[in-house]
């Protein structure tokens, strides 16, 4: 359990493919990329967070849970699925204030 994480990512992010096409004299492109757009994304990685007695988590966990227990009014979620050495995180709402939760990381199997 990793108490008092601050979650400031916006659930607003979004991750669209971008195509622009190109027509010069000599030649035509077509160029695709991926950019997000509006909100931040978090990405928490399971080293960079201490459990309760202070022990930092290992750098990999096979088959990791995150639960998210709410400690105020900004309600938050994991987006996707959570990796082997990390997850993402975002507040549901615009609130300028950061969301407070404490993380519940269970290794499944």
């Given at each position: 359990?990793?108490?008092?994480?601050?979650?400031?990512?916006?659930?607003?992010?979004?991750?669209?493919?971008?195509?622009?096409?190109?027509?010069?004299?000599?030649?035509?492109?077509?160029?695709?990329a991926r950019e997000t757009?509006?909100?931040?994304?978090?990405?928490?990685?399971?080293s960079q967070l201490y459990?309760?007695?202070?022990?930092?988590?290992?750098?990999?966990?096979?088959?990791?849970?995150?639960?998210?227990?709410?400690?105020?009014?900004?309600?938050?979620?994991?987006?996707?699925?959570?990796?082997?050495?990390?997850?993402?995180?975002?507040?549901?709402?615009?609130?300028?204030?950061?969301?407070?939760?404490?993380?519940?990381?269970?290794?499944?199997?």
């Open positions: 359990m990793a108490n008092n994480f601050s979650v400031w990512g916006e659930f607003s992010a979004v991750t669209p493919i971008l195509l622009w096409s190109e027509a010069g004299t000599t030649s035509h492109r077509l160029i695709c757009l509006g909100g931040l994304e978090q990405s928490v990685s399971f459990d309760f007695r202070g022990n930092q988590l290992p750098q990999t966990i096979s088959n990791p849970k995150v639960i998210i227990l709410q400690k105020n009014e900004v309600e938050c979620l994991v987006i996707g699925e959570e990796s082997s050495t990390g997850f993402k995180i975002a507040k549901l709402s615009e609130s300028d204030q950061s969301g407070s939760v404490d993380l519940i990381i269970v290794e499944n199997g």
